[in-house]
T-cell receptor, first 116, second 111 residues
Framework: DAGVTQSPTHLIKTRGQQVTLRCSPK?????VSWYQQALGQGPQFIFQ???????QRGNFPDRFSGHQFPNYSSELNVNALLLGDSALYLC???????????????FGPGTRLTVL | RKEVEQDPGPFNVPEGATVAFNCTYS??????FFWYRQDCRKEPKLLMS???SGNEDGRFTAQLNRASQYISLLIRDSKLSDSATYLC????????????FGAGTRLFVKA
């Protein structure tokens, strides 16, 4: 059973550029959440996608946008990159149909983004 | 005040020790609570859910105190392999689907 996969694993960009990160959820999961984790901090919720729509958003500017495809995979786009966007970007999938554990999320290995 | 607060540590304990972490949350309507574990440069993984009645999984015990708005994690008989960062997670009822992580508590277990 494939877990959550993310690509690429590492990425280096310069200020002002745009980046797209990709995520494939765990088999059977239909909900994808994106998080930003700066060094020494916990993951910060960016947004969650369900049924191809953004269901909830955290405190991130509009430069952060996303998409979910019919096969439940998802993309995170960040425009006009800033130095402060350097972080580990984590994708997590879940299924509201899971019994027993409410909102258990399975994380992918993350994409480490460095903005120079 | 942060929505979820944890003592960052680090906690340095010898093998076999018992160690406890607390995590406080600010939203009294919070609905669900979890502890996740994150190894260095790896993704977080669910350690255990936290139920109102408390729950135990082997050497790990989680407790919820709604009146004081904190959750706790107790690790008994610490192993070297328990060395990691422990993240407290809260899902606020009013927040819907947003998941709030604490900054984590670092634990080092030494031989």
């Amino acid at each position: 059973d494939a877990g959550v996969t993310q690509s690429p694993t590492h990425l280096i960009k310069t200020r002002g550029q745009q980046v797209t990160l990709r995520c494939s959820p765990k088999s059977g999961h239909d909900t994808v959440s994106w998080y930003q984790q700066a060094l020494g901090q916990g993951p910060q919720f960016i947004f969650q996608y369900y049924e191809e729509e953004e269901r909830q958003r955290g405190n991130f500017p509009d430069r952060f946008s996303g998409h979910q495809f019919p096969n439940y995979s998802s993309e995170l786009n960040v425009n006009a990159l800033l130095l402060g966007d350097s972080a580990l970007y984590l994708c997590a999938s879940s299924s509201p149909k899971d019994r027993g554990v409410y909102n258990e999320q399975f994380f992918g290995p993350g994409t480490r983004l460095t903005v120079l | 005040r942060k929505e979820v607060e944890q003592d960052p540590g680090p906690f340095n304990v010898p093998e076999g020790a018992t160690v406890a972490f607390n995590c406080t949350y600010s939203n009294s309507a919070s609905q669900s609570f979890f502890w996740y574990r994150q190894d260095c440069r790896k993704e977080p993984k669910l350690l255990m859910s936290v139920y109102s009645s408390g729950n135990e999984d082997g050497r790990f015990t989680a407790q919820l105190n709604r009146a004081s708005q904190y959750i706790s994690l107790l690790i008994r008989d610490s192993k070297l392999s328990d060395s990691a960062t422990y993240l407290c997670v809260v899902i606020p009822r009013t927040g819907g689907f947003k998941t709030i992580f604490g900054a984590g508590t670092r634990l080092f277990v030494k031989a």
